[in-house]
Nanobody, 119 residues
């Protein structure tokens, strides 16, 4: 069974920084894309950033220049470095990945980590 476990969420002041981590564990053959979504109260879940195994990245317009996604494939880990955080970045951040197991390739989700930006 594949599991994604996020960490790093916290309460931070506007202008501050956080680094989120997500580790994939369990039985699988390959991880393709990995990324981060977020969901604020009363809003739909939205893409924050995505990184393909080959290195190409996609960022939402609202985080370009502030957030950086990176991967450590040897450790099955994806990171999200978040700088210059704003109150509107407050949300639950979810890790996701397209992962191949012995049966198929599916999208998997973590349970989320809370990021709160407030003074």
């Amino acid at each position: 069974q594949v599991q994604l476990l996020e960490s790093g969420g916290d309460l931070v002041q506007p202008g501050g920084s956080l680094r989120l981590s997500c580790v994939v564990s369990g039985s699988f053959f390959r991880i393709f894309s990995m990324g981060w979504y977020r969901q604020a109260p009363g809003k739909q879940r939205e893409l924050v950033a995505d990184r393909e195994r080959g290195g190409s990245t996609t960022y939402a317009d609202f985080v370009k220049g502030r957030f950086t996604i990176s991967r450590d494939d040897a450790e099955n880990t994806v990171y999200l470095q978040m700088n210059d955080l704003k109150p509107e970045d407050t949300a639950v951040y979810y890790c996701t990945g397209h992962i191949t197991t012995e049966r198929t390739t599916d999208r998997y989700w973590g349970r989320g980590t809370q990021v709160t930006v407030s003074s």
